[in-house]
């Protein structure tokens, strides 16, 4: 089967680091997408991970094992606008794309 | 960057009715549409995959009687949700890609509300 992991919630001071880590069993692997989805809206691209290794792009950063099927997206110098549901997905052998629950993340003041 | 749209952005139906929603990519052509459906608090599920000129390979468990897809041109996708229940309410998205990029160009979605 194809099971997509990640936590249902966490919670992060504005100014701090937080970590959102994604475990994945899929079907083949085609790359991993991490994608911020607020309430009501479609989820916006963040980043993006076909070998492993850690991405940097500004504040947000994503790595990637793929031997241990396992990815994280780091946020830095958090704000009060990064409180959204972030997604992880992961593109399987048929090109599709397998979505996570999505972790809920709530910035505090 | 690309641009995906979607139109209406909210629909409120009655039962027993069909809605159409539109998906269209602005500035690019999309060889490959997908549509989602995503219930509260839940993450997006697949319903189908809809290919410029053929027939939409739907998901295990989506009926493609009830959710008829048409792609007829490489920048329209079309989801018609046939005699529509309350259970169908959703916010249902589409995304585009272009042939041999790995990316997806997500839709701003629709909410479907069927009384």
């Known amino acids: 089967g194809q099971n997509i992991d990640q936590p249902t919630e966490m919670t992060a001071t504005e100014g701090a680091i937080v970590q959102i880590n994604c475990t994945y069993q899929t079907s083949g692997f085609n790359g991993l997408f991490w994608y911020q989805q607020h309430a009501g809206e479609a989820p916006t691209f963040l980043s993006y991970?076909?070998?492993?290794g850690l991405e940097e792009k500004g504040r947000f950063s994503s790595f990637l094992s793929r031997s241990k099927g396992y990815s994280y997206l780091l946020l830095k110098e958090l704000q009060m606008k990064d409180s959204a549901s972030y997604l992880c997905?992961?593109?399987?052998?048929?090109?599709?794309?397998?979505f996570g629950q999505g972790t809920e993340l709530s910035v505090k003041p | 960057g690309a641009v995906v749209s979607q139109h209406p952005s909210r629909v409120i139906c009655k039962s027993g009715t069909s809605v159409k929603i539109e998906c269209r990519s602005l500035?690019?052509?999309?060889?490959?549409m997908f549509w989602y459906r995503q219930f509260p608090k839940q993450s997006l599920m697949l319903m189908a995959t809809s290919n410029e000129g053929s027939k939409a390979t739907y998901e295990q468990g989506v009926e493609k009687d009830k959710f008829l897809i048409n792609h007829a041109s490489l920048t329209l996708s079309t989801l018609t949700v046939t005699s529509a229940h309350p259970e169908d309410s959703s916010f249902y998205i589409c995304s585009a890609r272009v042939q041999g990029s790995y990316e997806q160009y997500f839709g701003p979605g629709t909410r479907l509300t069927v009384t």
């Open positions: 500035d690019f052509q999309a060889t490959t």
């Open positions: 997905a992961v593109r399987n052998q048929g090109g599709k794309l397998i």
């Open positions: 991970n076909v070998l492993d």
